[in-house]
């Protein structure tokens, strides 16, 4: 019996995607704080790892973007954020369509994802 319990748990684990994220109220919408939070988490802990210097002491707000030292859009940190927000909250990006330059920028383009299923 137990032998059997395990299979369908490590079954099921294999079956659920890693990124799925669950939204209290049903939908980004009815949770824009939860949401805003989440992806400040998400993308600080991206940039961190991906340029600590510049990062570890600066404070991730929804007013921080990753433009480089001469105000031009940084398209690398663009890149990893992107690849950031698609794993943690399952949705598809295109790329063609939008460059994910700041915080404001990835709570739109989550929020219309998210919203439009």
């Not at 209290?24 to 919408?29: D, F, L, M």
């Not at 009815?30 to 790892?49: D, F, Q, S, Y």
């Not at 909250?89 to 439009?116: M, P, Q, W």
């Amino acid at each position: 019996m137990n032998k059997l319990i395990s299979t369908v748990v490590k079954s099921m684990q294999s079956q659920a995607p890693l990124y799925a994220y669950h939204f209290p109220n049903g939908s980004v919408y009815n949770n824009p704080a939860v949401t805003a939070k989440r992806i400040i988490k998400v993308v600080g802990e991206r940039l961190r790892k991906i340029d600590p210097e510049r990062w570890e002491s600066t404070p991730i707000t929804f007013n921080t973007n990753w433009n480089d030292a001469a105000g031009y859009v940084d398209v690398a940190t663009c890149i990893h954020i992107h690849d950031a927000l698609e794993k943690e909250f399952g949705i598809e990006i295109k790329d063609r369509a939008f460059l994910v330059s700041s915080i404001e920028t990835a709570f739109y383009i989550v929020n219309i994802h998210h919203d439009s299923h």
